[in-house]
């Protein structure tokens, strides 16, 4: 039984937290959530976190990190409560902010680039899935520099903006 004050959050919260999105996006954000319940309860816990961190190659995350993580939540996190939780990030939210935060998931120091091969590896093998021809298109628009990174900072900007920043 999930505490009072999650119980009452999350039934409020989820009286229209499914208008808030498009089917499609729904059924993304339901195989976002099915991937990251490693061990298929319903429910995403401190375990299904570290072993979605260790799934990505992040092997050696902080207790404290995963702590605070959980601490956003209400209460326990099913669908309803992790949708509800994307619904508040993303509302108001700017697009390019948004975008760049995913990619930094995957770059804790924060370097602003990503090896080619684990970029095409995510995106030709979660959620959904890039062809090999959408590859070399992003490839050919974005060419990773001469060590094999991707510079996914100027990615995001020409995403959003339309064309490139300036170098400095």
């Given at each position: 039984m999930a505490p009072k004050k999650a119980k009452k959050r999350a039934e409020?919260?989820?009286?229209?937290v499914f208008s808030m999105f498009e089917q499609a996006q729904i059924q993304e954000f339901k195989e976002a959530f099915t991937i990251m319940d490693q061990n298929r309860d319903g429910?995403?816990?401190?375990?299904?976190?570290?072993?979605?961190?260790?799934?990505?190659?992040?092997?050696?995350?902080?207790?404290?990190?995963?702590?605070?993580?959980?601490?956003?939540?209400?209460?326990?996190?099913?669908?309803?409560?992790?949708?509800?939780?994307?619904?508040?990030k993303l509302k108001g939210a700017d697009a390019e902010e948004t975008i760049l935060n995913a990619f930094k998931v995957f770059d804790p120091e924060g370097k602003g680039t990503l090896k080619k091969d684990f970029?095409?590896?995510?995106?030709?093998?979660?959620?959904?899935?890039?062809?090999?021809?959408?590859?070399?298109?992003?490839?050919?628009?974005?060419?990773?520099?001469?060590?094999?990174n991707l510079d996914y900072k100027n990615l995001v900007y020409v995403i959003t903006h339309g064309e490139e920043k300036d170098q400095e």
């Open positions: 409020g919260a989820s009286s229209n429910f995403i816990d401190k375990n299904d976190l570290r072993d979605t961190f260790a799934a990505l190659g992040r092997l050696n995350v902080k207790q404290e990190e995963l702590d605070e993580m959980l601490k956003e939540a209400p209460g326990p996190i099913n669908f309803t409560v992790f949708l509800t939780m994307f619904g508040e970029v095409t590896e995510m995106l030709t093998t979660q959620a959904d899935r890039f062809s090999r021809e959408e590859m070399d298109q992003m490839f050919e628009a974005f060419p990773p520099d001469v060590a094999g």
